[in-house]
């Protein structure tokens, strides 16, 4: 008999099983939770109940999420009932307490010494060779047997009494102490098809290459058969060919997670404040986006044009979007209100901004309206990919002419990509009429109505500089301004020593102290640019300074 508990994803709890032998009742994974615990426990009496026989519970591996509800049972925690068995480096973990490998520290939760009566795949006991047999303080008799590598994978099997082998097969990757165990026609394989998930890479103890051996060796045992069912630490019970499948899927993955950083508790604050920074910034470029689609919907549609009209609101899914930005939103207030930790924002914002990268069309929204807003939405939602999956992110850090590149954008942000003549030349070329038109209806200069002044010190200012990173900066210094009411903006740009200093300043600013874009995100992208960014601002005024380290 086999009963599973199996979990909505999350990271708080995992999956459990029981399985009823004849002379022994194996609960593999109880879980995070008292009240899953509980809940096990319960039929464990029941089954007990009917006859007592002992209860040995296995642990996949040493992750808060799947061990510690048995901390909170008396049943389970009780030695004269349950067996508790790990792999080796796991019970050494648990026995000290450790919050970083038992992941502890990242979630939040504190975890007591614990009790390992049973360590598996115990080196010394491989050294020796010879089978032993073990008799525990709940009556169970175990006899272990270390056999050679089976599928290239260290091995050992468990008998209970005269119930079905224990097959343990230590596969690391995930964490160290992590193994797969198989029990008749089932195999329980823990948290490896989650190993290289973003996000998840780079814990405490994560090793891509031992992960890409352990996905191996796995797949060629499923390969022999006689496996009927696969069950994971998270997720549905699976058949051995979509295991096999979603393991080669994994093993990719893992292939491509070279040079992570390490998953750690500061980490996974950054990782989620900038996931708030930039879910914000992408909440308002998506807002001013399908604010642009819909007028362009609308005036196609009054000049007759209604299969075009009737075809622009498919390139942003704006309800779509509406629903996961809000969810997005509600999550992290859980988050500030101290229901969640900061890892399960970043993780949240890695499923959210997924998802967001499959429900607008890029390509088609960049000939309609401001391209660059298409761009800034893309590059954010790349930015926030990268960071999750624990890379740096790139910088093309290369000189050019800070000067030129400011008159450039300026130019972008002051005239509009095509004027009323450019139109109306076109007008005997339909296709080339159309695209003009909805361009033309679609763009919106961003300085149109402000008062611009640029000054320099030198006619060329040559400085390292990542030139995407610094126009879409400069962007969202511009529009902060305009969007605080800024009459007249003036950039200047100077030298002082080996520093290059550029001031953006707006006059005449209506909004609150403290409104616009969060400095924090706006210093982010700067420190990307190869800069750094300060700011003050007084009644009606507001100024940015961004300085460039050395001069060329």
């Known amino acids: 008999m086999v009963y599973p508990l199996i979990r909505k994803v999350d990271i708080v709890s995992s999956n459990s099983y029981l399985v009823q032998t004849p002379d022994a009742i194996v609960l593999i994974d109880p879980g995070g939770l008292p009240d899953q615990a509980a809940h096990l426990a319960s039929i464990i009496r029941g089954i007990r109940g009917e006859k007592a026989r002992p209860v040995i519970m296995m642990l996949t591996h040493a992750h808060v999420d799947h061990f510690l509800a048995a901390c909170s049972d008396p049943l389970l925690a009780d030695p004269g009932i349950t067996l508790f068995a790990i792999q080796e480096s796991g019970a050494r973990s648990l026995e000290s307490s450790d919050r970083q490998v038992t992941q502890a520290e990242m979630l939040g939760k504190e975890v007591t010494p614990m009790r390992i009566d049973l360590r598996l795949l115990e080196a010394a006991r491989e050294r020796a060779g010879a089978p032993v047999r073990r008799t525990f303080a709940n009556g169970a008799t175990v006899m272990v047997v270390q056999d050679p590598l089976e599928s290239g994978l260290p091995h050992e099997r468990i008998v209970v009494g005269d119930g079905p082998p224990l097959d343990i097969f230590h596969t690391p990757g995930h964490s160290p102490d992590s193994i797969c165990i198989r029990i008749g026609g089932l195999l329980f394989i823990g948290d490896l098809l989650v190993a290289a998930n973003p996000g998840l890479a780079g814990i405490a103890g994560w090793n891509r290459d031992a992960l890409i051996r352990s996905i191996t060796g796995i797949q060629e045992l499923l390969s022999r058969g006689g496996i009927t069912a696969v069950c994971p630490g998270h997720g549905r019970v699976l058949t051995p060919d979509d295991t096999a499948r979603m393991l080669g899927a994994v093993q990719g993955e893992a292939r491509l997670l070279t040079g992570v950083a390490e998953l750690n508790r500061d980490r996974a604050r950054e990782t989620a404040a900038f996931a708030e920074d930039c879910m914000e910034q992408v909440n308002e470029l998506f807002t001013v986006m399908a604010g642009r689609l819909y007028y362009v919907s609308h005036v196609m549609d009054e000049l007759g044009e209604t299969e075009i009209a009737a075809g622009l609101p498919e390139m942003i899914r704006g309800e779509v979007i509406d629903d996961l930005l809000d969810s997005f939103a509600s999550f992290t207030r859980e988050v500030h209100s101290g229901r969640h930790m900061p890892i399960a924002l970043a993780l949240k914002g890695g499923q959210v901004i997924g998802k967001l990268q499959r429900t607008f069309d890029q390509e088609g929204l960049a000939q309609i309206i401001d391209p660059t807003l298409v761009l800034r939405a893309e590059r954010l939602l790349g930015d926030y990919t990268i960071t999750f999956r624990g890379f740096s992110l790139p910088r093309d850090i290369a000189e050019h002419d800070l000067n030129a590149l400011l008159r450039a954008s300026l130019t972008d942000h002051t005239v509009r990509s095509s004027s009323d003549d450019d139109v109306l030349a076109s007008a005997d070329d339909h296709a080339a009429f159309g695209r003009l038109l909805l361009a033309r209806i679609g763009t919106s200069p961003l300085l149109g109505d402000v008062e611009v002044t ?77 800069g750094t960014l300060d700011s003050c601002e007084a009644a009606g005024s507001r100024q940015f300074t961004i300085r460039f380290g050395t001069v060329l």
């Open 454 to 530: 640029f000054g320099a010190d030198s006619k060329t200012l040559t400085v390292p500089v990542d030139r995407e990173r610094f126009l879409d900066l400069l962007t969202y210094l511009l529009e902060d301004l305009v969007g605080t009411g800024a009459k007249a903006i003036t950039i200047h740009t100077g030298k002082d020593g080996d520093t290059t200093v550029v001031t953006i300043s707006g006059a005449g600013c209506t909004g609150r102290p403290g409104g616009g874009i969060p400095r924090r995100f706006l210093s982010g992208l700067c420190e990307r640019a190869g």
